[in-house]
């Protein structure tokens, strides 16, 4: 079954603190995996994302990991700032449809 | 236009009307999507058109629900008797191609009362 598990559900940091979300996924033949960023009352927006050739990969303040064997990815969010809160979901997608996860709610308060 | 356009950005309906969603992607854009996220969820995949076809429709949840894109630009998404659960934002993205990125519209938030 074509399944993303996401985790938090929802997160709490100080300001210049580090964000840290979980993803995992079942299906090997996933081979994209975007990370999206979503404030209330907008569409998603792509954040950074990852193909399963690479372990890591970073942009900016965002850095994800990608763990093959163990079919895990997660986003860091480095020296958290409140514009950084929002919803994130991870994704992954083979050829066409992405599957979501559930969403992380992250607050960063100063 | 600059982004992918959506509209209505709000639409309100009574149990067992019609309705449609239009969406408009970013020019030259070949793929295109719908995906419906209802309350506190991930965006859950609908359909996806590569040009004025349905590539991948899988994601529709019953024949009430159907899309077009006759000129493989706009494209509407057409929901029949409507029910209380079809209540959702309906999201809209498109891409140069099926394998990068997605850009998404607002949405527009489906009411079904």
């Known amino acids: 079954q074509q399944q993303v598990k996401q985790s938090p559900q929802s997160l709490i940091v100080q300001k210049g603190g580090i964000s840290i979300i979980n993803c995992a996924y079942e299906?090997?033949?996933?081979?994209?995996f975007p990370w999206y960023q979503q404030f209330p009352g907008k569409g998603p927006a792509l954040l950074i994302a990852?193909?399963?050739?690479?372990s890591e990969k970073k942009e900016g303040r965002f850095t994800i990991s990608f763990n093959k064997s163990a079919k895990q990815f997660s986003l860091h969010i480095m020296d958290s700032q409140p514009g950084d809160s929002a919803t994130y979901f991870c994704a992954a997608s083979k050829a066409d449809k992405l599957i979501f996860g559930t969403g992380t709610r992250l607050q960063v308060f100063p | 236009g600059a982004g992918v356009s959506q509209t209505p950005s709000n639409k309100v309906t009574e149990k067992g009307k019609y309705v449609e969603l239009r969406c408009d992607p970013i020019s030259g854009h070949t793929a295109l999507y719908w995906y419906r996220q209802s309350l506190g969820q991930g965006p859950e995949f609908l359909i996806y058109f590569q040009g004025t076809g349905a590539a991948d429709d899988s994601g529709l949840p019953n024949d009430r629900f159907f899309a077009v894109r006759p000129e493989g630009s706009v494209s509407t998404l057409k929901i029949q008797r409507t029910e209380r659960g079809d209540s959702a934002v309906y999201l809209c993205?498109?891409?140069?191609?099926?394998?990068?990125?997605?850009?998404f519209g607002q949405g527009t938030r489906l009411t079904v009362v």
């Open positions: 993205a498109s891409s140069n191609s099926r394998d990068t990125e997605a850009f």
């Open positions: 299906n090997t033949a996933f081979d994209y």
């Open positions: 990852i193909r399963p050739d690479v």
